[in-house]
């Protein structure tokens, strides 16, 4: 089946830093993913929708200069933390739309894991 | 190795019926174990979150539970609806899969009219 990746796994910075996260898709071509974020204890949150070739999505509530996003290839979507400050402290996660399955399947990376400092 | 299965891969069942959805995970010390919702083209919704302390969780027309020393988790929706009618995912937190969430293939369920 379709695999997407995350780069890093996990990552620990200090206040103040700016930390990038990279989404792939594998084996195919994905328009579209999603960025999720997840605190402890909670349930997971869409963040933002990212387009490739165009700006991205962002829900209610997510600062888009906080969190860049950035899609500028069919196989690959960066999420920027900007001047990461503790409560930025989350899990991560991305996922990518197949536009090869007729339902339009969407395959998860394994997540990111932020401690901020 | 960690797993997470989710049987059947799909459901069709008339509208108004009781359902359960099944996950399995193969290591029962987990942090969490949550179910989420899938619809075509959408992104992912999450429906409920059952902590590793927790037996079970409700919202709604949805309860899931949470048997640790069977591996299992249940997703039952009460009264179906078409407008039910998604994926079901499930992942879990294992506690040793190096920051990662497990997740499940999904269970496709279709609610007739």
């Known amino acids: 089946g379709a695999v997407v990746s995350q780069h890093p796994s996990w990552v620990i910075c200090k206040s103040g830093t700016s930390v990038k996260i990279e989404c792939r898709s594998l084996d195919f071509q994905a328009t579209t993913m999603f960025w999720y974020r997840q605190f402890p204890k909670q349930s997971l949150m869409l963040m933002a929708t990212s387009n490739e070739g165009s700006k991205a999505t962002y829900e209610q509530g997510v600062e888009k200069d906080k969190f860049l996003i950035n899609h500028a290839s069919l196989t690959l979507s960066t999420l920027t933390v900007t001047s990461a400050h503790p409560e930025d402290s989350s899990f991560y996660i991305c996922?990518?739309?197949?536009?090869?399955?007729?339902?339009?399947?969407?395959?998860f990376g394994p997540g990111t894991r932020l401690l901020v400092l | 190795k960690q797993e997470v299965t989710q049987i059947p891969a799909a459901l069709s069942v008339p509208e108004g019926e009781n359902l359960v959805l099944n996950c399995s995970f193969t290591d029962s010390a987990i942090y969490n174990l949550q179910w989420f919702r899938q619809d075509p083209g959408k992104g992912l919704t999450s429906l409920l979150l059952i902590q590793s302390s927790q037996r079970e969780q409700t919202s709604g027309r949805l309860n899931a539970s949470l048997d640790k020393s069977s591996g299992r988790s249940t997703l039952y929706i009460a009264a179906s609806q078409p407008g039910d009618s998604a994926t079901y995912l499930c992942a879990a937190d294992f506690m040793d899969s190096n920051y990662q969430l497990i997740w499940g293939a999904g269970t496709k369920l279709i609610i007739k009219p």
């Open positions: 996922s990518a739309r197949d536009p090869r399955s007729n339902q339009e399947t969407q395959y």
